[in-house]
């Protein structure tokens, strides 16, 4: 066993992630598991059709307080904060005056007065850095409680079940996107359904220094070491389950190059809520058309199309692939990309210029994989 | 600890060649495979083609990351391992048989020199993975 690199910064998990075999990589300066020994197949396979553990403790927290702390993030986020009740939570955008992207965020919403934003690991002093910059004498209390927290998302049709064991809380009860503040174990915990896999699941967000109890009595709820029981997942599973289901990732399919509309988030921006940052750009766009959108699409013949490669059309480089990867699950080479308007419909062929070979593709439609509702277990 | 049969040649890119003859077949090494993870895709040159010693003959895939294969002499392609298209999965269950890659004829047996041993590429694993 190799002893974490001393520059990289490491979750609360880091030395059970290496007791259990993780292999460990940089992962935007955190030292994170890439895949344990089962395999990334595997990972990803268990998680469709039994649970698949996932820390993700390295994601970022900032807790919002205040009178203005919804008027604030409202002004900030392209989503509308005040549609959201106690309990609930949403996907959002923190946005430039271009309508483009600086995070992609969940805006949890404790109370009238209380928010707590979930960002990318990658990007969370950006944010903390961004939010501060453009307050403008509101009252708002923020603070950066990133470090105080784990965060261990279960995942897959026997989470409900797993984490069920362990909890008072009626987990039946809280809707997608809702949460409950409730204890797992005994530990006080943020209890979330809402994931980034494309199955039903939770996210437990508690305090850090319990991390390790709750990883450890989730995989012993959850039969760990059994051929149907919990496996835990590393980053690369994660990438492909989120991949499979058409979920945007920062720094991939949007970043400050993108906006909302090109990258068919449309969903999260709402125009007529007030004014926010970025509003006037995203209102130009949506009533000029975009020039070019973020599609889905398959390899058509033998290949597999990956990250940063281009989009060919009638031997024109017309575009770019954001993700690329096989699809473990569907058995498929998919991928998402940015295509000029024109093209952005289903059934358009392209090729994709793979290391020099060029390999034929189509646009289809996504997400690529939809879970079958009531599929959970009791 | 990786596999490492005695009877091999190895090159530092994690190729290995069994020599019969004047025809060299070519693979992966159990640590390469393992470091890959599951591998989806290999793709592999024509019969008939030729490389220089520790050219890029064809590619491995897993569902993470690309790793090119190298030949470790030079030599012409007499047989290609059709198999793997459709069984990649060969790659890591079977790395020094059922999922050799290419057979060369081998240009020049002097290139096996360069080549490290089984003891010497253990040797080099250990090293490398410090």
Same mark, same amino acid.
């Given at each position: 066993m190799t002893a974490s690199p001393s520059h990289l910064k490491q979750t609360p998990l880091n030395a059970a992630h290496?007791? *259990?075999? +993780?292999?460990?990589?940089?992962? +935007?300066?955190?030292? *994170?598991?890439?895949?344990?020994? #089962?395999?990334?197949?595997?990972?990803?396979?268990?998680t469709r059709t039994r649970t698949g553990l996932f820390d993700v403790s390295h994601m970022g927290e900032i807790d919002v307080r205040g009178a203005d702390a919804i008027p604030f993030i409202n002004r900030l986020c392209s989503n509308d904060v005040t549609k959201l009740v106690d309990g609930q939570a949403h996907y959002s955008a923190l946005t430039t005056p271009a309508g483009t992207v600086v995070d992609d965020l969940l805006v949890y919403r404790f109370g009238p007065e209380h928010l707590m934003l979930v960002v990318n690991a990658s990007t969370t002093e950006k944010d903390w850095d961004w939010i501060n910059e453009h307050l403008t004498g509101e009252a708002v209390e923020? $603070?950066?409680?990133?470090?105080?927290?784990? /965060?261990?998302? #279960?995942? @897959?049709?026997?989470?409900? @079940?797993?984490?069920?064991?362990?909890?008072?809380?009626? #987990?039946?009860?809280? $809707?997608?996107?809702?949460?409950r503040n409730g204890e797992v174990d005994g530990v006080p915990s943020i209890i979330s359904r809402t994931g980034y896999t494309g199955e039903d699941g939770f996210e437990v967000y508690a305090a850090a220094d319990q991390a390790e109890r709750l990883w450890n009595r989730i995989?012993?709820?959850? /039969?760990?070491?059994?051929?149907?029981?919990?496996?835990?997942? +590393? #980053?690369?599973?994660?990438n492909t389950l989120r991949l499979e289901s058409a979920m945007a990732l920062y720094g991939h399919e949007i970043d400050e190059t993108t906006t909302l509309f090109e990258a068919n988030l449309g969903w999260i921006c709402k125009l007529n809520k007030?004014?926010?940052?970025?509003?006037?750009a995203l209102a130009r766009q949506k009533a000029e058309g975009v020039k070019r959108r973020l599609v889905g699409f398959e390899v058509t013949e033998r290949g597999i199309a990956r990250d940063e490669q281009d989009v060919l059309i009638d031997g024109a480089r017309v575009g770019r692939v954001t993700s690329g990867s096989p699809a473990p699950y569907l058995k498929k080479n998919i991928g998402l990309a940015y295509v000029p308007a024109e093209y952005a419909h289903e059934g358009q062929q392209f090729e994709i210029d793979v290391r020099g070979r060029l390999v034929g593709a189509r646009v289809v439609a996504t997400p690529f994989y939809k879970r079958e509702r009531g599929a959970t277990k009791p | 600890m990786a596999n490492v049969p005695e009877n091999l040649h190895y090159s530092k890119d994690h190729e290995w060649i069994r020599v019969e003859g004047d025809t060299g077949t070519i693979g992966i090494t159990d640590h390469a495979q393992n470091s890959l993870g599951d591998v989806v895709y290999v793709e592999l040159p024509k019969v008939g083609e030729s490389f220089a010693a520790h050219e890029a003959f064809g590619?491995?895939?897993?569902v993470k990351a690309v790793s090119e294969l190298f030949v470790p002499v030079s030599g012409e392609v007499l047989e290609v391992n059709e198999s793997l298209q459709d069984e990649p999965e060969k790659v890591n269950a079977d790395p020094y048989g059922g999922a050799w890659m290419i057979r060369l004829r081998v240009g020049a047996k002097g290139e096996l020199d360069s080549l490290l041993s089984a003891a010497?590429?253990?040797?080099?694993?250990?090293t490398e993975t410090e």
């Amino acid at each position: 066993m190799t002893a974490s690199p001393s520059h990289l910064k490491q979750t609360p998990l880091n030395a059970a992630h290496r007791r *259990m075999g +993780g292999r460990m990589v940089d992962f +935007g300066g955190w030292d *994170m598991p890439v895949q344990y020994p #089962l395999g990334t197949v595997e990972e990803h396979l268990r998680t469709r059709t039994r649970t698949g553990l996932f820390d993700v403790s390295h994601m970022g927290e900032i807790d919002v307080r205040g009178a203005d702390a919804i008027p604030f993030i409202n002004r900030l986020c392209s989503n509308d904060v005040t549609k959201l009740v106690d309990g609930q939570a949403h996907y959002s955008a923190l946005t430039t005056p271009a309508g483009t992207v600086v995070d992609d965020l969940l805006v949890y919403r404790f109370g009238p007065e209380h928010l707590m934003l979930v960002v990318n690991a990658s990007t969370t002093e950006k944010d903390w850095d961004w939010i501060n910059e453009h307050l403008t004498g509101e009252a708002v209390e923020l $603070k950066n409680v990133s470090a105080d927290y784990c /965060q261990i998302a #279960l995942q @897959g049709p026997d989470a409900l @079940g797993i984490l069920q064991q362990l909890t008072a809380t009626p #987990l039946a009860e809280i $809707k997608y996107y809702h949460f409950r503040n409730g204890e797992v174990d005994g530990v006080p915990s943020i209890i979330s359904r809402t994931g980034y896999t494309g199955e039903d699941g939770f996210e437990v967000y508690a305090a850090a220094d319990q991390a390790e109890r709750l990883w450890n009595r989730i995989l012993d709820a959850g /039969q760990y070491d059994t051929p149907e029981g919990v496996v835990p997942c +590393g #980053l690369a599973a994660r990438n492909t389950l989120r991949l499979e289901s058409a979920m945007a990732l920062y720094g991939h399919e949007i970043d400050e190059t993108t906006t909302l509309f090109e990258a068919n988030l449309g969903w999260i921006c709402k125009l007529n809520k007030g004014d926010f940052t970025g509003r006037e750009a995203l209102a130009r766009q949506k009533a000029e058309g975009v020039k070019r959108r973020l599609v889905g699409f398959e390899v058509t013949e033998r290949g597999i199309a990956r990250d940063e490669q281009d989009v060919l059309i009638d031997g024109a480089r017309v575009g770019r692939v954001t993700s690329g990867s096989p699809a473990p699950y569907l058995k498929k080479n998919i991928g998402l990309a940015y295509v000029p308007a024109e093209y952005a419909h289903e059934g358009q062929q392209f090729e994709i210029d793979v290391r020099g070979r060029l390999v034929g593709a189509r646009v289809v439609a996504t997400p690529f994989y939809k879970r079958e509702r009531g599929a959970t277990k009791p | 600890m990786a596999n490492v049969p005695e009877n091999l040649h190895y090159s530092k890119d994690h190729e290995w060649i069994r020599v019969e003859g004047d025809t060299g077949t070519i693979g992966i090494t159990d640590h390469a495979q393992n470091s890959l993870g599951d591998v989806v895709y290999v793709e592999l040159p024509k019969v008939g083609e030729s490389f220089a010693a520790h050219e890029a003959f064809g590619s491995v895939e897993s569902v993470k990351a690309v790793s090119e294969l190298f030949v470790p002499v030079s030599g012409e392609v007499l047989e290609v391992n059709e198999s793997l298209q459709d069984e990649p999965e060969k790659v890591n269950a079977d790395p020094y048989g059922g999922a050799w890659m290419i057979r060369l004829r081998v240009g020049a047996k002097g290139e096996l020199d360069s080549l490290l041993s089984a003891a010497e590429y253990e040797d080099y694993l250990s090293t490398e993975t410090e």
